[in-house]
């Protein structure tokens, strides 16, 4: 079983950057891709972007595409979401997701291709 946290929301200005954090703990068997996705008021929750399990691999949505970064470190197994030039619209609850990838194929795009979920953080960017 894994567990996934996320932290680093909060309140930023149009324009600014933020920075996200999931961190992973558990057991797995098995290594995993990292994805965040986010839900606004309102809204369905959508795909942001993913990062292979080596880390060698991203992809995002491209709303997100050249303002957001996915790293991660798993020796601290540790996912990042740097988001910078931050947009009104971008105002969700984000959330962590793995994935073992079974049944499934790159770039794991959907909701069901997720085995574990964050509970998610909030940030809201004003205008």
């Known amino acids: 079983q894994v567990q996934l946290v996320e932290s680093g929301g909060g309140l930023v200005q149009a324009g600014g950057s933020l920075r996200l954090t999931c961190a992973a703990s558990?057991?797995?068997?098995?290594?995993?891709?990292m994805g965040w996705f986010r839900q606004a008021p309102g809204k369905e929750r959508e795909f942001v972007g993913v990062?292979?399990?080596?880390?060698?691999?991203?992809y995002y949505a491209d709303s997100v595409k050249g303002r957001f970064t996915i790293s991660r470190d798993n020796a601290k197994k540790t996912v990042y979401l740097q988001m910078s030039s931050l947009k009104p619209e971008d105002t969700a609850v984000y959330y962590c997701?793995?994935?073992?990838?079974?049944?499934?194929?790159?770039?794991?795009?959907?909701?069901?291709?997720?085995?574990?979920w964050g509970q998610g953080t909030q940030v809201t960017v004003s205008s």
């Open positions: 558990g057991r797995s068997n098995y290594p995993m891709s």
């Open positions: 990062i292979s399990w080596r880390g060698d691999m991203t």
């Open positions: 997701a793995a994935t073992r990838g079974a049944g499934s194929s790159w770039p794991y795009l959907f909701e069901s291709n997720y085995d574990y």
